[in-house]
Each structure stands twice: as structure tokens, then as C-alpha cells.
């Protein structure tokens, strides 16, 4: 299993993992022109890993300038029912680490549902420590 930065011949691989994760099919309006926006933005990328040619594993690193910081915050972090409970995540999410260190970061930030608990034993395994936040979206009106 080897780790890289995506291409954008990645892109139907990608999709295909967002929709296993997912559970329902995913537009280009969700991955398509974000996927191609990531590739061309020098402060996000898309790592994924693969096999044997097969992509599976997918995520995605952004760098967030602050002042005075620069933080990472490691997003969408997929890997295939297949090969799940095999390390495929924690190499994902290593490569991800070191593509976020080599551009800057002083800190790297992911989330997890409690619900996916085996990716949170994970993320507690690599020594991310859960912080007492409260997290607020709002929705665009249409």
C-alpha cells in the first residue's frame, strides 16, 4: 500500500469511496469541481491511498491561515469497507500529517462523529486528544 497526492484521474475513485462512506450517490455538484478546486489550491490537497493501482483510501488536507498560526484540518477521511481494521487508515492519515508539517502547520485538527467509533480509538491511537468545543454551522438560504 503506497500513499500519494491525488490527480485528477483520481476523481471517479474518490467519489466512488464518498458514496460507500456516504451511503447515496454523489453528484459532481459534491465532488467534481471541489475536487479539481483542492487540486489547483496549493493550501489543500487530496491524499489517497492505493493498492495495486486501486484506490482505497481518500482525504483531504486544508491548510487555515490564522493569525498568527497556521493550523491543518484533515477532512473527509474514507477508507473502503474492504480494508478497513488493516492500517490502511492510520498510513492515510500519517501522509496527511506529513504533507500538513511540510506546508507550515502548527497544528493539525480533525473531526469524527462519536457515532464512528473506530475511527475515533484511531485518531486517540495517533495521539489526537479530543477537545471540549462547541461547533455551530449555519446552512446558506436558498
Known amino acids: 500500500m503506497q500513499t500519494r497526492e491525488a490527480t485528477s484521474s483520481d476523481r471517479k475513485a474518490a467519489a466512488a469511496l464518498l458514496e460507500e462512506f456516504r451511503g447515496h450517490t454523489v453528484t459532481s455538484a459534491d465532488s467534481g469541481d471541489n475536487f479539481t478546486a483542492i487540486l489547483d489550491d496549493s493550501n489543500r490537497t487530496i491524499i489517497v491511498a492505493e493498492e495495486d493501482g486501486v484506490v482505497l483510501c481518500v482525504a483531504v488536507v486544508n491548510l487555515v491561515l490564522k493569525l498568527p498560526k497556521t493550523e491543518a484540518r484533515i477532512d473527509e477521511v474514507v477508507v473502503s469497507k474492504v480494508v478497513r481494521g488493516k492500517g490502511y487508515g492510520k498510513k492515510l492519515v500519517g501522509a496527511c ?3 500538513a508539517w511540510e506546508h507550515g502547520a502548527d497544528l493539525i485538527e480533525l473531526t469524527s462523529r462519536p457515532s464512528r467509533e473506530a475511527a475515533n480509538a484511531l485518531y486517540q491511537k ?7 468545543t462547541n ?7 436558498e
Request: hydrophobic share 35%.
Open 97 to 99: 500529517e506529513v504533507w
Open 135 to 141: 461547533v455551530y454551522t449555519k446552512k446558506r438560504m
Open 126 to 132: 495517533l495521539g489526537y486528544e479530543l477537545r471540549e
